[in-house]
């Protein structure tokens, strides 16, 4: 994190559940739709939180994609998954 973005932080109280809500001008800037996945890290004492990329998991394709157990597949990996264990 750049000491610009610390400077300028912004402070948010979580809730009851130890939910924050990402600021509307971040979200816009950075894409992240309503309902759309965030990834996170802790680092030392920071939470990096980052957009997640819905791409699928095999191939890295961006579009026809499944969401299965968290992660993405699109529909030409599925297709060769099946293939693969049709025996
Ligand atoms: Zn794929």
């Known amino acids: 994190m750049s000491v ?3 400077k ?3 402070v948010r109280k979580s809730d ?3 939910r924050i809500v990402i600021p509307k001008e971040i979200r ?3 894409e992240i739709k309503d309902k759309g996945y965030v990834i996170m890290f ?3 004492k920071e939470i990096i939180v980052k957009k997640y990329d819905e791409t699928c998991a095999f191939c890295g ?3 026809g994609l499944i969401e299965f157990k968290d992660r ?3 529909k030409k990996c599925v297709k060769e998954l ?3 264990f049709k025996n």
């Open 72 to 74: 993405f597949v699109c």
């Open 4 to 6: 610009k973005m610390k």
């Open 82 to 84: 099946k293939e693969k």
């Open 16 to 18: 009851e559940l130890c």
């Open 28 to 30: 816009d800037k950075l």
């Open 42 to 44: 802790q680092q030392g």
């Open 8 to 10: 300028s932080g912004i």
């Open 61 to 63: 394709k961006k579009t």
